[in-house]
């Protein structure tokens, strides 16, 4: 047993540190698993709102951007308002690439100017009047980040 004990502590200690805070932005709109606690971005004028959280190069931001008239959108120009984000959301990035994503969503990965790894989504929510956005850059988890998230 005493032998045991070091490694079970080990192994209570790898659980643990991969457990993931659940963060839920103030207005109760998403929740998304974050590796540590977020901190509010600044500015967004009211239209903008996320959180971010970072360790190195290593970055987690998830958000939203509130688009006033969306859920009065024909379905074709609800079509062209995302097309316009996608392609705000990719003009900074390397090689950018997008595809689609679960849910109506769309993928985007690129690099950015340090030639770190971007990855976003980027996903409507109309009925909200809103455009939901996670993205990670460097060495994260973004598979985990992404399928964490919840409207």
Do not use: C
């Not at 609800?78 to 900074?92: L, W």
């Not at 996903?123 to 996670?134: G, H, T």
């Amino acid at each position: 047993m005493r032998r045991l004990l070091p490694f079970l502590l080990l192994l209570a200690t790898l659980a643990q540190a991969q457990t993931w805070p659940l963060f839920t932005a103030p207005d109760e709109s998403f929740s998304v698993e974050f590796p540590g606690t977020p901190k509010a971005l600044p500015g967004g004028e009211g239209k903008h709102f996320g959180w971010a959280w970072s360790e190195g190069d290593i970055q987690y931001i998830a958000g939203y951007s509130i688009i006033p008239g969306y859920s009065e959108l024909t379905d074709a120009d609800e079509e062209k308002a995302m097309e316009v984000f996608v392609t705000g959301a990719m003009r900074n990035l390397k090689n950018p690439a997008q595809k689609p994503g679960p849910d109506d969503a769309v993928d985007i990965k690129g690099t950015n100017r340090d030639d770190l790894a971007v990855r976003m989504r980027v996903l409507p929510a109309p009925d909200e009047d809103r455009i939901f956005v996670m993205k990670t850059v460097g060495e994260a988890d973004f598979e985990r980040f992404f399928k964490s998230f919840k409207e």
